[in-house]
């Protein structure tokens, strides 16, 4: 006789979590703060959670970060040619949507990146994405660096 039940029934733990997805809390990137809707955190639905995942990996420079490290989540040379007026050249224009296209295509729910545009300011780079998830869904994703 045992103090715990016993179950005929065997459950399989990757099964639920296939049929479940995935949960992700819902960031705000312009408010800097955790969406939070009657005193509980709000879940991301799947394509603001790939909407998330980009505007973090364009924000996270590679090997900034001990918890990226070997991973390659990042982007590199958007931060190592910071400061020059490279990004104003057709070649740093391509050198870095080629970069941004590779990265983002490594993620499972996207089916491809659609468009990418860029436009400098006196201060700051600013980044559009457009993208098809393989669940037919279209977004559009903007960041300001």
Known sequence: MSIFPVFDESID???VSKTKGKKEILFDFK?????IVDGKTKEASEVEQVK???????????NKYRVYDNTGFGMTDLYNLRGHSIFNTPFGVMELEREIKEKIQKKDEVKEVKNIKSSTGFNSLNIEVTVVLKSGETLTSEVNI
């Open 31 to 35: 408010a800097k703060k955790v969406v």
């Open 52 to 62: 998330q995942w980009i505007q973090l990996l364009l924000l996270t420079e590679t």
């Open 13 to 15: 733990v990757n099964e």
